[in-house]
């Protein structure tokens, strides 16, 4: 089964205490991204991945730090955390397919930093 | 910079009505996608639209994208409880070039029995 697994699901941290939020895929995709869901922001972009070793930033890429050092693995890294990075965080992965875009999200991580 | 705006943000609607969400985009793509998000979890992709005039309808939903106008539309006929959930729209801005998307804000679509 195509999965996109994220851990952890719920994370409560303090100020300045690094973290890191996994993400992992099944589906061999070359392309992974994070996102972030704020209340009226939608979702916005912070980093993505074409393939292994090679990152770039997203839309609101400040604050944070990924790797791609394998296919599968795409963790997303909270060096400092701060409370206006309290969110819902989605990792995605795709693949471009006839002109489609297939693109599967993890199940999400609510972050709070108090 | 492509933007994508919906409208309306919040939706409250009574079982058995019509109503339709809208999806405006800023520049050229011939590629419109709707995801669905039920509270608390993930998003689910509803629709594909990849052309002029493409229509795409599974049950009370259905999709429509006008690339001249940029504009897609969601159209909700004879709303039920179950259909709660936020939807989103997104745009490939690069046609095709990369798998990213801009996704809308997100319309919340309440219905009410």
């Known amino acids: 089964e195509a999965q996109v697994t994220q851990n952890p699901r719920y994370l409560i941290t303090v100020t300045g205490k690094k973290l890191t939020v996994t993400c992992s895929q099944n589906?061999?995709?070359?392309?992974m991204s994070w996102y972030r869901q704020d209340p009226g922001l939608g979702l916005r972009q912070i980093y993505y991945?074409?393939?292994?070793?090679?990152?770039d930033k997203g839309d609101v890429p400040e604050g944070y730090k990924v790797s791609r050092k394998e296919k599968r693995n795409f963790p997303l890294i909270l060096e400092s955390p701060s409370p206006n990075q309290t969110s819902l965080y989605f990792c995605?992965?795709?693949?471009?397919?006839?002109?489609?875009?297939?693109?599967?999200f993890g199940a999400g991580t609510r972050l709070s930093v108090l | 910079e492509l933007k994508v705006e919906q409208n309306p943000l919040f939706l409250s609607m009574q079982e058995g009505k019509n109503y339709t969400i809208y999806c405006n985009y800023s520049?050229?793509?011939?590629?419109l996608y709707w995801y669905r998000q039920d509270p608390g979890k993930s998003l689910e992709s509803l629709f594909v639209?990849?052309?002029?005039?493409a229509v795409k309808q599974e049950g009370r939903l259905m999709a429509s994208l006008d690339t001249k106008a940029r504009l897609s539309t969601l159209h909700i006929t004879a709303a039920v409880h179950d259909l709660s959930a936020t939807y989103f729209c997104?745009?490939?801005?690069?046609?095709?070039?990369?798998?990213?998307?801009?996704f809308g804000k997100g319309t919340k679509l309440t219905v009410n029995p």
């Open positions: 995605a992965s795709s693949s471009y397919r006839e002109n489609l875009i297939i693109q599967y």
């Open positions: 589906m061999n995709h070359e392309y």
């Open positions: 520049t050229t793509s011939d590629r």
């Open positions: 639209l990849l052309s002029n005039g």
């Open positions: 997104a745009v490939d801005p690069n046609q095709g070039g990369s798998e990213k998307l801009v």
């Open positions: 991945s074409m393939n292994v070793e090679v990152t």
